[in-house]
Structure formats: C-alpha cells, structure tokens
C-alpha cells in the first residue's frame, strides 16, 4: 500500500487478556519502528526491527511485551497480561534503511488505539 | 529529567501571525534532531532533520534553526491548515538509528 497500516485501529480488552497488533509498513521499507504515545505526551520507543531481527528492544518496558517480524515485512506487537497503564496509542512506522530514516524521516501509520478497562 | 523539553505547550496565533516554537535538549551527543508534525488521530508526518549548529531548513511557511543547546521552528505568516502539534525529537550519538526521543510537543492553534 501507499503507507503504513495498522489494524485494528482501536482495540479495548480487559485487564489481563493478552493482544496483538498488526503493522503492514510501506512496501520495500527494510526498517521497522514501534513506539507508544500516551495522551499528552510525545511517543516512546519501544523497539526497532531491520529486515528480520530487532536491532534495539531497549525500549520495550517489560517482558510482557514481545514483537516479530518474522519475514521482514509485517510486524506484530504482542503484549501479554495487559494491564491499564498499556493503555496508549500504539505508532509504527517504516523507512527504506535506518539511514534514510534518520536523512528522510520515518513514515507513520495512524496508530492503534489500545485501551485496557 | 527529560531530555528534550518544548516550549510553549500550546500556542494560539491569529492568521498572518508569525511566531517561533522551541525545542530544547540535553543529550550528550547529538547525531541528529527531528521535526515532526502531528494531527489529531494521526501519526507524526516529517519535516526536517538537523545535524549540526548554525544549520537552517525550510518548507513553505517553516524554517528550522538549530544551536548546541535547542532548536527553533519558526512559522512565517500561518495559515489555519498549520494548526496541529509539532514534535522535536533527537537521536543521541552512540544510541540505535530507531530510537528517537520526542518532547511533548506544541499544540499550534492558527485562527482565521
């Protein structure tokens, strides 16, 4: 597609329940971004993905969150155990290599609004 | 502390109405600083990538300053569709290409 998609745009689960979510990035993007906007506030990185292996977690802020991107395109973030301070909007975004992402920038989806209740 | 602080957070401005936003930093080494604009029930869409001090970029209404200790984003003569949020972020030397740190951001409120 034209840009990145994420899907499911919204996403309200009870405390507890474990989630995925879905990045499709621009077609070619060999660099993968997630990162987490709570409301007010700027977005938090949370890892990053070049081809198919993470080339930084180091944001990921416990082990119930876990992302792959097994084939080097789709990406999913999976948070186990959620709790309602997971409760945020959920970025991901893509460039060519991570060199052009720091040149051109990042393309963003739309995001995933996930709300814990 | 945070590392990258903007200021104001919320600007109101009339049409034609020119004014500058900042973004100041602390990081120890900057590999690059990052602007970003952002509308409601998006995600942040790119401006400019700065490296260095004296450097300056600009797009349409937006120019871009940087110094060793913040970055300016200046609006000449906005117009209502410049209302939105606009992001700074850095990426520090010695950390990952995919981690920038974003500031809070300004809420820009252009009224015609």
């Known amino acids: 597609g034209a840009g990145v998609s994420q899907t499911p745009s919204n996403k309200v689960t009870e405390k507890g329940k474990y989630v995925e979510l879905r990045c499709d990035p621009i077609?070619?993007?060999?660099?993968l971004y997630w990162y987490r906007q709570s409301l007010g506030q700027g977005p938090e990185f949370l890892i990053y993905?070049?081809?198919?292996?993470?080339?930084?977690d180091s944001g990921l802020p416990n082990d119930r969150f876990f992302a792959v991107r097994p084939e080097g395109s789709v990406s999913t973030l999976k948070i186990q155990r959620t709790e309602r301070g997971d409760s945020a909007v959920y970025l991901c975004a893509s460039s060519l290599t991570s060199n052009i992402g720091t040149t051109k920038g990042y393309t963003f989806g739309s995001g995933t609004r996930l709300t814990v209740v | 502390e945070d590392q990258v602080t903007q200021s104001p957070e919320a600007l109101r401005l009339q049409e034609g109405e020119s004014s500058s936003l900042n973004c100041s930093y602390t990081v120890s080494g900057l590999r690059g600083l990052f602007w970003y604009r952002q509308d409601p029930g998006k995600g942040p869409e790119f401006l400019f990538t700065l490296y260095s001090a004296g450097e300056e970029k600009e797009k349409e209404r937006l120019k871009a300053t940087l110094t060793k200790k913040e970055s300016f984003l200046h609006i000449t003569a906005p117009k209502p569709e410049d209302s939105a949020t606009y992001l700074c972020a850095v990426q520090e030397i010695g950390g990952s290409q995919g981690n920038l740190i974003f500031g809070k951001g300004t809420k820009l409120s252009v009224k015609p």
């Open positions: 993905f070049q081809g198919t292996g993470a080339a930084d």
């Open positions: 077609s070619g993007h060999t660099a």
